[in-house]
Each structure stands twice: as C-alpha cells, then as structure tokens.
C-alpha cells in the first residue's frame, strides 16, 4: 500500500468526510453473507449504519482508516475507544468481496493497530461470528491474548503493540 509490498497500487489512509459515498457503495456491494458477518444482521441498506459510524468519527477516541484502489474503497477498519476504559479500543475491519483471502485483511488490521496505538490504546477487542473461519483465522493469526466463546459469537482481545 502507497508503494509498497504487498499492494502497491492501493492507498491507505485516514478517512475524510468525502468518502462516505464511496464506503457506502463498498457496504453496498457485499454480498449478503459478508454484510450479515460484518453487522450480525441482514440490512435492506448499510447507509443508516455507516452514516451512524461516520458520526463518530473524531480523529481521537473513534477512528477509521480506509483502503483504496483509485477512487474505489475496497477496504476500511475502525477502532472505537471503549467508554469505560480509555486505553480500550474496539476493532471492526470490512474488505470487500473481491479482494477478501488476499491478505488485505492481515496489513489493515496491523495499520488499524498502530494507529490504535500511537492514540493511547494498549488493548484491541473484536466481537465475530463465531462461524466466520476467515475472520477467526485472521484473529488466530494476530496471536489474541484471550479469546470467550458466547453463544454465536467469539469475543476477542489483542494487545495493539504486538
């Protein structure tokens, strides 16, 4: 990304305010399972949900980092500070159907941790599907310190320094 192995013709960067359309229509254009695996739910359209997320965005205790390949977002992850505990943060990291299994999700989750990091936080948390292989392996991976199975859900947890 921005020149270098492994992606060097896709861009990594904070999000702006002018890419709410185009990460709408990557939300948009995922396929059914990856959009129920990303919000634990069907949704006739993403936009309320990411508008909502867009909201937050404030550079210091909620961020988002997306991925792009020209002008199209295939890429984005959040980190969310916890309220309760400020070194805490929540992780989310969608990549679009076409370029899932390419390793995009491996850099952008260390991208997301760094960034993380250089804010205060010292501990990432991940809620997945507990069917999702793909995102369970990313995880495994990532080497999580905990991991608590719940139902339909894995809930896990990462030092963002490692």
Same mark, same amino acid.
């Given at each position: 990304?921005?020149?270098?192995?492994?992606?060097?013709d896709l861009?990594?960067?904070?999000?702006?305010?002018?890419?709410?359309?185009?990460?709408?229509?990557?939300?948009?254009?995922?396929?059914?399972?990856?959009?129920?695996?990303?919000?634990?739910? *069907?949704?006739?359209?993403?936009?309320?949900?990411?508008?909502?997320?867009?909201?937050?965005?404030?550079?210091?205790?909620?961020?988002?980092?997306?991925?792009?390949?020209?002008?199209?977002?295939?890429?984005?992850?959040?980190?969310?500070?916890?309220?309760?505990?400020?070194?805490?943060?929540?992780?989310?990291?969608?990549?679009?159907?076409?370029?899932?299994?390419?390793?995009?999700?491996?850099? *952008?989750?260390?991208?997301?941790?760094?960034?993380?990091?250089?804010?205060?936080?010292?501990? *990432?948390?991940?809620?997945?599907?507990?069917?999702n292989r793909a995102?369970?392996?990313?995880?495994?991976?990532?080497?999580?310190?905990?991991?608590? *199975?719940?139902?339909?859900?894995?809930?896990?947890?990462?030092?963002?320094?490692?």
């Amino acid at each position: 990304m921005n020149g270098r192995q492994p992606f060097p013709d896709l861009t990594l960067r904070v999000v702006d305010e002018s890419d709410l359309d185009a990460v709408i229509a990557t939300y948009r254009g995922l396929s059914p399972q990856s959009m129920y695996r990303r919000f634990f739910t *069907l949704t006739p359209d993403p936009a309320p949900l990411v508008e909502r997320q867009f909201s937050m965005i404030d550079h210091r205790d909620h961020e988002a980092l997306v991925v792009l390949a020209g002008d199209e977002v295939v890429g984005i992850a959040h980190w969310d500070r916890a309220g309760c505990c400020p070194d805490e943060a929540e992780i989310a990291i969608t990549i679009a159907d076409r370029w899932q299994r390419q390793g995009l999700g491996r850099v *952008l989750i260390r991208a997301l941790a760094g960034d993380a990091y250089r804010h205060g936080i010292e501990t *990432l948390t991940a809620t997945v599907l507990a069917e999702n292989r793909a995102a369970l392996g990313l995880a495994s991976r990532n080497n999580p310190s905990a991991v608590h *199975l719940d139902g339909p859900e894995a809930h896990l947890v990462f030092k963002a320094a490692s």
